[in-house]
């Protein structure tokens, strides 16, 4: 059976983007459009064939359906045919803890955009859900199943038609075949895993002197156009890298790193992505290539717009960061919390894409945790489609949202990504849609 939804949201914006200079080049003005906006229920479910409730530990009555379709926004990439698209819900409600585990998975969408038409104008369809597993085993996001957890955060298609996905447990990065079979997982250098390993954030968080944050680690991935590298980036500075004020919790470094990874030799290099902001929980959820020294960079703030909540978004913004020039910080064991000495030269950024522009009109309504980023299909008048994805939690009462933005070609070198045959047969698709 076919689902599809579609919500009522609003109506069509412009931003014009200034001559800006990135890496020693100038781009002429552009605009970027808002060309389309939709949402996902709550309460769809998925393809899974689960059945039954998935309670929150200690609380048997705070529960959700199994299936829930939900969580989408937290890994999506396209998968260059039919307006197809694959995504993976990250470790399940709660934060993973629930009575039982949640059993990782993932999902193929056909999602398309009817510029010109009235909002609601993005038609979501759901075709298919599965399993993400090794050998016999299937991956859940239980923080206390230490053989099998896997939190996904960031996914991405190879030329091969197979797909990575970055784990925000270890981080690591793993390699599955379209059924969701794991092929390999990537080495990712030793000081971005933590030693004390615990199914309990704040152990994680006061047990180790080095590696991610607890809950902050690989949180977005790309892959160059020709698909032979990936780049992860973390969510926030690692413990290392003056993440955490000594002996506290408090979050205080701005210094994040972006790893680069030759998937054929592996080897790896790394450079520093400097954050605008750290209060409010303030970190990167998403970056995705624009070319292979390009890339947009999502950063967002925490805790607004939830319900029962009068906080106020404060920073939903997309960043144009050039890697070119950057200092490659491999060898650097340790990064200030700030200011940066003048050996090590950041990756430069520049406002792109500022979601809170009352241009846009979406303040009032956008969603906490805007994660996702991907490129779609080309428009017919040539323009590039850029889909911003809401990552719901799979919560029961708030729904997915996806935007549409239409961006002029002038304003940024965009290489198209080398893409497999279609991972999900156009016959499936059509009979999906019948």
Known sequence: ?????QRTLSTAATLTLAVVTLGGSAFAAAPVELVGKGTVPADALDKSGLIGPICQQGAPATCVDKAILGGFGSDIAYTGHDDVY?????????????DVPYVDRFHFLRITTDVGAAYP???????????????????????????????????????EGSFFISDEYGPFVLEFNRQGNLLRRIPVPAKFRISNVSADPTAELTGNTSGRQANRGM???????????????????????NGLATGT???????NRILRIDLATGDTKEYVYTLEA??????????????????????????????GST???????????????????????????????????????????????????????IAEKMEGLTWGPDLADGRHLLYVISDNDLSPTLATQLYAFAIDPSAVDLRAQRLPDPLFPPGQVRKALD
């Open 121 to 159: 104008n993005i038609k979501t369809t759901l075709l298919d859900t599965r399993f993400l597993r090794k050998g016999n085993q299937r991956f859940v996001g239980a923080a206390g199943a230490f053989d099998t957890r896997f939190d996904p955060e960031g996914i991405r298609v190879s030329p």
């Open 219 to 241: 949180e977005g991935l790309a892959i160059s156009p020709d698909g032979a590298t990936l780049f992860g980036i973390m969510q926030s500075a690692l413990l290392q890298d």
């Open 249 to 255: 919790t408090t979050r205080l470094g701005l210094n």
């Open 1 to 5: 059976m076919t689902r599809t939804w």
């Open 86 to 98: 694959i995504a993976a819900p990250d470790r399940g409600p709660y934060d993973g803890l629930t």
């Open 311 to 365: 906080a106020p978004p404060t920073r939903k913004k997309l960043w144009l960061i050039d890697i070119a020039g950057a200092t490659d910080v491999s060898g650097v064991a340790s990064l200030p919390a700030g200011a940066l000495p003048g050996s090590i030269t950041p990756v430069s950024k520049t406002l792109f894409l500022d979601l809170l522009d009352p241009t846009f009109g979406l303040t009032p309504t």
């Open 278 to 307: 750290i209060n409010r929980g303030q970190g990167v959820s998403e970056i995705l290539a624009v070319n292979d020294h390009q890339f947009l960079v999502l950063e967002r703030d925490n805790r607004s717009n939830l319900p």
